[in-house]
T-cell receptor, first 109, second 114 residues
Framework: GIQVEQSPPDLILQEGANSTLRCNFS?????LQWFHQNPWGQLINLFY???GTKQNGRLSATTVATERYSLLYISSSQTTDSGVYFC???????????FGKGTHLIIQP | NAGVTQTPKFQVLKTGQSMTLQCAQD?????MYWYRQDPGMGLRLIYY???????DKGEVPNGYNVSRLNKREFSLRLESAAPSQTSVYFC?????????????FGPGTRLTVT
């Protein structure tokens, strides 16, 4: 099956800093999603981005499908950005997602 | 729209007991999924239902059964719970088997087996 690797595993930043999270995957995909799992365990959809670039406020994401990686950018971090960020991929169709192990982000005031 | 709902939110079982986790979605989605999340890990697929009337095994199906009751509801059953099944269980749904393939997740059920 598809392998997903996320880096870094842990990241501690001060409020206001910018960060880049990376997701590498081992095969072609037609579904790539970024999620934020907040401290209460809820999974929040950030981006559906199998290719290209999208922006939503302080967050943006880029997927380079031909090189099998995706990047999530967080600018001007806030304490509410803390939590775990997951990248998940699937070949397409109704296939289930394969998740990476996540990046644990802590934003300190 | 409530989106994807799951019941119960929390459950404690003794080894050998059985229970059913319920999932429902009101988005008229075709496909539904059950995942589990263990501490420090990403989610892993247990079972999925691509469309009403079909179910398929995922990465970690042992010890579980599923039922796609209708288009809205997809249940996960533990026949004889084991401590290794202590986990957080998430249900998800997806609109089509054609693009876009975006999945939406419920709030999770935290299960402890003693």
């Amino acid at each position: 099956g598809i392998q997903v690797e996320q880096s870094p595993p842990d990241l501690i930043l001060q409020e206001g800093a910018n960060s880049t999270l990376r997701c590498n995957f081992s095969d072609s995909v037609n579904n790539l999603q970024w999620f934020h799992q907040n401290p209460w365990g809820q999974l929040i959809n950030l981006f559906y981005i199998p290719s290209g670039t999208k922006q939503n406020g302080r967050l943006s994401a880029t997927t380079v499908a031909t090189e099998r990686y995706s990047l999530l950018y967080i600018s001007s971090s806030q304490t509410t950005d803390s939590g775990v960020y997951f990248c998940a991929v699937a070949p397409g169709g109704a296939d289930g997602l394969t998740f990476g192990k996540g990046t644990h982000l802590i934003i300190q005031p | 729209n409530a989106g994807v709902t799951q019941t119960p939110k929390f459950q404690v079982l003794k080894t050998g007991q059985s229970m059913t986790l319920q999932c429902a979605q009101d988005m008229n989605h075709n496909s539904m999924y059950w995942y589990r999340q263990d501490p420090g890990m990403g989610l892993r697929l247990i079972y999925y239902s691509a469309s009403e009337g079909t179910t398929d095994k995922g990465e970690v199906p042992n010890g579980y059964n599923v039922s796609r009751l209708n288009k809205r509801e997809f249940s996960l059953r533990l026949e004889s719970a084991a401590p290794s099944q202590t986990s957080v269980y998430f249900c998800a749904s997806q609109l089509y088997s054609l693009s876009p393939y975006e999945q939406y997740f419920g709030p999770g059920t935290r299960l402890t087996v003693t």
